[in-house]
């Protein structure tokens, strides 16, 4: 029988027992259709995964029976964070779960001045949908740790959200000489952000604070990509260095 993995924020645990209720606990039960001696394993987010059997299900209560912990499992994945122009759309939903798939540890929605969708009262809405997003892609790919998605965030905003970054990358367009084989050739390690901007591209005074606060400029030479499929090719080279080291 398959064993399901089942995101659960907040976990909370006693004597060996794990208590679910309201969503999750009708995920498993009603969606999954998981029963008493069933395997289900919960992931934390954080990197620790509970293997578990259903013990009993009690009207809108689930509980289960702790098996064993894996702690904190070690992704062999480089620290990447993404900063990245929203996108208008669907495209933004499937550049979120391919993000998450090739191993994107925090999603930043970045706003350049280019930057054509606009966040009114409904921010909160959209980075709510990302995140269930990065939750179900990070369970279908196998990961356990579940990315953080930040609140849209002004590009002159993100320098909090990045300062565990030691290595800083911005595509652009106007760059000819250095490329990712030059940035990534060499894995140092680092946790790495990478910045793309809007389909407009990157205005002159964005890329000069860029480069203020450590970015280094990078082209993808002659190949013209859509806004969603960059940040992806940048991520396959990362992971491919990643794997090689």
């Not at 806004?227 to 396959?236: G, I, K, N, R």
Request: hydrophobic fraction near 35%; aromatic fraction near 6%; proline fraction near 5%.
């Amino acid at each position: 029988m398959e064993i399901r993995r089942v995101f659960v924020d907040k976990l909370k645990m006693k004597n060996g027992m794990v208590l679910l209720a309201g969503p999750t606990h009708k995920y498993i039960v009603g969606v999954l259709r998981k029963g008493p001696g069933d395997r289900v394993d919960i992931i934390d987010g954080k990197g620790y995964l509970y293997r578990s059997t259903i013990q009993s299900i009690k009207g809108k209560e689930l509980y289960l029976q702790v098996l064993d912990v894996v702690h904190k499992p070690q992704e062999k994945r480089a620290r990447v964070i993404l900063c990245v122009s929203p996108i208008k759309g669907p495209r933004m939903d499937w550049l979120v779960e391919k993000a998450t798939e090739l191993g994107a540890e925090k999603i930043v929605p970045t706003i350049f001045k280019r930057t054509l969708i606009k966040f009114n009262d409904n921010a909160t809405e959209k980075t709510e949908r990302w995140k269930r997003i990065g939750i179900e892609a990070s369970r279908q790919s196998g990961r356990f740790i579940i990315p953080e998605i930040a609140e849209p965030t002004p590009l002159r905003g993100i320098a909090d959200l990045i300062k565990d970054a030691g290595k800083r990358v911005v595509l652009y367009e106007k760059e000819r000489n250095t490329t990712l084989k030059d940035v990534f050739g060499t894995n140092t390690g680092d946790t790495t952000c990478i910045a793309i901007g809007p389909e407009g591209g990157i205005e002159e005074t964005e890329v000069e604070w860029l480069k203020e606060n450590g970015f280094t400029p990078c082209t993808l030479g002659e190949n013209i990509f859509r806004a969603e499929t960059t940040p992806l090719v940048v991520l396959s080279v990362i992971l491919y260095e990643s794997a090689r080291s």
